[in-house]
Structure formats: structure tokens, C-alpha cells
């Protein structure tokens, strides 16, 4: 059964760090576009980043870049979501996903991509206080 888990969200001030985790069990991520997301409460989901370990692709939206660093270890067949100086708008429900096609490298974050892939998980809150 292929699932995926996140953990690693708890309550953090403002320019504080919280490192999220998202253990994949059932198949291999090592080749596969895995992805980080973000909702908060009457807002759209936000895609936040991505990465492709197998060509070493990394992609982060606007409102993360420089803050966030995704990376991903595939030993252990789990993806991070390091983040540092968080704010008050980043607080949401974290979800990690995984895009079931067979893409490489930019393909990964190309188009409408935060709409075709896959959740798996329960998602980790993470909630930052002024």
C-alpha cells in the first residue's frame, strides 16, 4: 500500500525553524517528483516546493525561496521540508504529494503542476505565533 506520512509541525515564533519529514512506504520515491504543499484555513492549497533527487531539481515558490530548503534522502525513502525564518503566513496544514507520471527534472514544476499530484498523508500543522 503505497502511503506517505508527514510529521515534524508544531507551534514556532516568529523567525523560528521546524524541520517536516514525510516518510514514503509502499514504493520507491528515488525517481519521483515529491512535493511539498501548504493550506491554510479558507485559503487554496499552495504548492511551496519540489524535488526531483534523481536529477538533483529543486523548486520553490516566491513565498518560500530563501527560507525553505527541500531535500530529500533516499536511504531512508523520505523527503524534508527545512524551515527557517518562519512567519505568521506560513502557518497551514502541510501536506507532502507525489506525482504518480513518470516526469524528470523540470517536468517536475512545469505547468499547472501543484494540480496533478497525488496526497497520501494526513498532512503535519504547523502553526507560527507573532
Known amino acids: 500500500q503505497v502511503q506517505l506520512v508527514e510529521s515534524g509541525g508544531g507551534s514556532v515564533q516568529t523567525g523560528g525553524s521546524l524541520r517536516l519529514s514525510c516518510a514514503a512506504s509502499g514504493h520507491n520515491i528515488s525517481n519521483v517528483c515529491m512535493g511539498w504543499f501548504r493550506q491554510a484555513p479558507g485559503k487554496r492549497r499552495e504548492g511551496v516546493a519540489v524535488i526531483y533527487s534523481a536529477g538533483g531539481n529543486t523548486f520553490y515558490a516566491d513565498s518560500v525561496k530563501g527560507r525553505f530548503t527541500v531535500s530529500q534522502d533516499n536511504a531512508k525513502n523520505t523527503v524534508y521540508l527545512q524551515m527557517n525564518s518562519l512567519k505568521p503566513e506560513d502557518t497551514a496544514m502541510y501536506y507532502c504529494?507525489?506525482?504518480?507520471?513518470?516526469?524528470?527534472?523540470?517536468?517536475?514544476?512545469?505547468?499547472?503542476?501543484?494540480?496533478?499530484?497525488?496526497?497520501r498523508g494526513q498532512g503535519t500543522q504547523v502553526t507560527v505565533s507573532p
Open positions: 504529494a507525489e506525482e504518480d507520471r513518470i516526469l524528470e527534472g523540470y517536468d517536475c514544476y512545469s505547468g499547472s503542476w501543484w494540480s496533478t499530484y497525488h496526497f
